[in-house]
């Protein structure tokens, strides 16, 4: 009998729960644990495998008798925005990103407070404390940071980050072959420039300089009305049982 080395992941899976993203359906969950010396390289390994991370778990669906979670990645080389992107572009030109190390704050946790409470009022992170956020942002032993996205101020051009509030911020995973994007949050009353998008836009440019390949955008989800932005961002891969298969 062949022995799994001393320091191979052990997987489990949770018990049945209400489908978050397809009415009357429940979901079960594959998960391990991201800690010690071997939490990047596995990081890595199960991200390109269809897993994302939420602290310190690599989780990926297992629902009995259901495949519609999808995993998606964007060809970033050869990804060329729509006519819609653009615009977005440009209502967002006044915005800058700064990759911070993921070190919660009180303005980032007010941030995503509003943000929780105006769009996600009745989804599962709905009562998360400073705690909770703080635990989300820093328990982590792979390599992550904390992108804040200002309005450009005086100082932009020398030292890379914007001035005044915090308009919107991504918690971002660097990977050996892309940029993964474990949440994101922002100001709601912001919600013209569709925040949201030029999130997406700026981490395929970021990626782009960075020399990596793909961004990771998590989850697809067929009938479900709230995953289907991520399906606008094209060339991409989505995950099957081939294997990364290519939609164009």
């Given at each position: 009998?062949?022995?799994e080395?001393?320091?191979?992941?052990?997987f489990?899976?949770t018990?049945?729960?209400p489908?978050p993203?397809?009415?009357?359906?429940?979901?079960?969950?594959?998960?391990?644990h991201?800690?010690?010396?071997?939490?990047?390289?596995?990081?890595?390994?199960?991200t390109?495998?269809?897993f994302?991370?939420?602290?310190t778990?690599?989780?990926?669906?297992?629902?009995?008798?259901?495949?519609?979670?999808?995993?998606?990645?964007?060809r970033v080389?050869?990804?060329?925005p729509?006519?819609n992107?653009?615009?977005?572009?440009?209502?967002n030109?006044?915005?800058?990103?700064?990759?911070?190390?993921?070190?919660p704050?009180?303005?980032?946790?007010?941030?995503?407070?509003?943000?929780?409470?105006?769009r996600?009022?009745a989804?599962?992170?709905?009562?998360?404390s400073?705690?909770?956020?703080?635990?989300?942002?820093?328990d982590?032993?792979?390599?992550?940071r904390?992108?804040?996205?200002?309005k450009?101020?005086?100082d932009t051009?020398?030292?890379g980050r914007?001035?005044g509030?915090?308009?919107a911020?991504c918690?971002?995973?660097?990977?050996?072959d892309?940029?993964?994007?474990?949440?994101?949050?922002?100001?709601?009353?912001?919600h013209?420039?569709?925040?949201?998008?030029f999130?997406?836009?700026?981490?395929?440019?970021?990626?782009?300089?960075l020399?990596?390949p793909?961004?990771?955008?998590?989850?697809?989800v067929e009938g479900?009305?709230?995953?289907?932005?991520?399906?606008?961002?094209?060339?991409q891969?989505?995950?099957?049982?081939?294997?990364?298969?290519?939609?164009e």
């Open positions: 009998m062949t022995r080395p001393r320091d191979a992941p052990q489990y899976l018990s049945p729960a489908c993203y397809l009415p009357g359906r429940e979901e079960r969950k594959v998960f391990t991201l800690v010690g010396r071997r939490a990047v390289a596995l990081n890595n390994t199960l390109e495998s269809g994302r991370r939420s602290q778990i690599a989780y990926r669906p297992a629902c009995d008798g259901c495949r519609a979670c999808v995993s998606v990645r964007v080389s050869e990804f060329e729509t006519r992107m653009r615009k977005n572009m440009q209502r030109a006044d915005l800058v990103g700064y990759a911070a190390q993921p070190h704050t009180s303005e980032q946790f007010s941030l995503f407070r509003a943000y929780l409470d105006s996600h009022a989804g599962g992170m709905a009562d998360m400073m705690l909770d956020f703080t635990m989300m942002i820093e982590t032993h792979v390599e992550t904390l992108v804040e996205y200002r450009r101020g005086p051009a020398i030292n914007g001035a509030p915090l308009v911020a918690l971002t995973d660097i990977l050996s892309g940029l993964s994007m474990v949440y994101s949050f922002f100001e709601p009353e912001e013209d420039r569709s925040p949201g998008t999130m997406i836009l700026e981490h395929i440019a970021r990626a782009r300089r020399g990596l793909y961004l990771y955008l998590g989850y697809w479900s009305r709230k995953m289907d932005y991520k399906a606008r961002f094209r060339p891969e989505r995950l099957g049982m081939d294997g990364w298969m290519p939609v």
